[in-house]
C-alpha cells in the first residue's frame, strides 16, 4: 500500500528543506510513499530545492506550474497526478502537523474513505482574519447546507475518493467544500494549527476573496434569489405608498413630499444594484466555467511518468 502526500507550494524555500526531511523521517516508518509536490509558480529557488531532493531520493516528484494559479488549482494539479492507494494533502509550510499522518493512515486501514483534519484551534492570527472566516463559513453553511467550521485542507483521501474527484469538470474548484459535498465514509481528526515554522503566509486579502466568493456562487444560486426577494418586499411597500399618495391626491394635499422622492430613488437605486451585482457574479462564474480552459498548465516534472495532457 502506497501513499502520496500532495503538498502545494507558493515560494516557500525557506522552509522546504525542513519540511522534506521531516516528511521523509515520518514517511519512512510509517507506509511506502511519494512526496508529490506541486510548485506553484513560485518566483524563488523553491524548484531548485525540489530538483535537487528529487535527485537525492527518487521518492520525491514535483510539478512545476507554469504561473502561479492559486492553492486550488495546485491541489486539482496533484489530485489528478497523485498515484497512491490513498493520499494526504498538506500544507508545505508544516502547519498542518505532520505527526498526525501516522494516525490518519490508521483510520484509513479502518476503513475510512476521509479523514478530515479539523482546526481545535486557529493559531495565531488577526482578528480582522477570524472575523472574515468567520462571515465566510456561515454565510457558506447558509447557502450551501453545508458546514465547514474550522475544516482544513489537510485531509487523508482513499484512491476511490481521489478517483471520483476527478470526475469533477469545473474549473474554479474549492477542495474544502467539494470533498465535504463527496460524502463517503469520513471520521474526523482534531489538530491544532501550528504557527508558520518560515516564510509568510501566501493568502492576499484579495486571494481570500476571489476564493469566498467563487466558493460561494460555485455552490449555490441562492444567493441570486435576492432579486424576487426584494422585488416581492418593494412590491408591497410600493403598494402601500400607492395608496397613500392617492389618498393625499383625493384629499387635495398632495404637492409636498420631496424626501419621499429622493429616499424611494435611493431604495430602487439600490436595489436594482444589488440585484444586478448578484445576477454579474453569477454571469462572472459562468463565463469562467464556460471557456472550458485549462484549471493550470504544466511547465516541467520531476521523477513523473509523461502523462497525455
Ligand atoms: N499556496 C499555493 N499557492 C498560492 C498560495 C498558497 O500553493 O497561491 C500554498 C502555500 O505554499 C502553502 C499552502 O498553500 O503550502 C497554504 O498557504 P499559506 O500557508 O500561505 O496559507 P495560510 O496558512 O496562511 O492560510
Ligand atoms: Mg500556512
Known sequence: MKITLIIPCFN????????????????????????????????????????????????????????????????????????????????????????????????????????????????????????????????????????????????????????????????????????????????????????REGGESKWSFRKLLRLSISAITGFSAKPLLIVPLLTFILSIFFLVLAVQTLINWCSGRAVEGFTTVILLVLLIGSAIMISLSMIALYIANIFNEIKGRPRYLVSEQLNLPDKEQ
Open 12 to 195: 516557500e524555500s525557506g522552509i522546504l528543506s525542513k519540511t522534506i526531511c521531516t516528511l521523509e523521517q515520518i514517511m519512512h516508518e510509517v507506509a511506502d510513499y511519494s512526496l508529490l509536490f506541486v510548485d506553484d509558480g513560485s518566483t524563488d529557488d523553491s524548484w531548485e530545492l525540489l530538483t535537487k531532493a528529487g535527485q537525492q531520493n527518487p521518492k520525491i516528484s514535483a510539478i512545476r506550474l507554469s504561473r502561479n494559479y492559486g492553492k486550488e488549482a495546485a491541489l486539482c494539479a496533484g489530485l489528478e497526478q497523485a498515484e497512491g492507494d490513498a493520499v494526504i494533502i498538506l500544507d508545505s509550510d508544516l502547519q498542518h502537523p505532520p505527526e498526525l499522518i501516522p494516525e490518519m493512515i490508521n483510520l484509513w486501514k479502518q476503513g475510512y474513505d476521509v479523514v478530515e483534519g479539523v482546526k481545535k484551534s486557529r493559531g495565531k492570527e488577526s482578528l480582522f482574519s477570524k472575523l472574515s472566516a468567520k462571515i465566510f463559513y456561515g454565510l457558506f453553511k447558509k447557502f450551501s447546507g453545508n458546514s465547514l467550521d474550522n475544516a482544513s485542507d489537510f485531509k487523508l483521501l482513499d484512491r476511490k475518493v481521489v478517483l471520483a474527484w476527478r470526475q469533477f469538470k469545473e474549473r474554479d474548484t474549492f477542495f474544502r467544500g467539494l470533498s465535504a459535498w463527496m460524502g463517503f465514509k469520513r471520521i474526523v481528526i482534531p489538530f491544532v494549527v501550528q504557527d
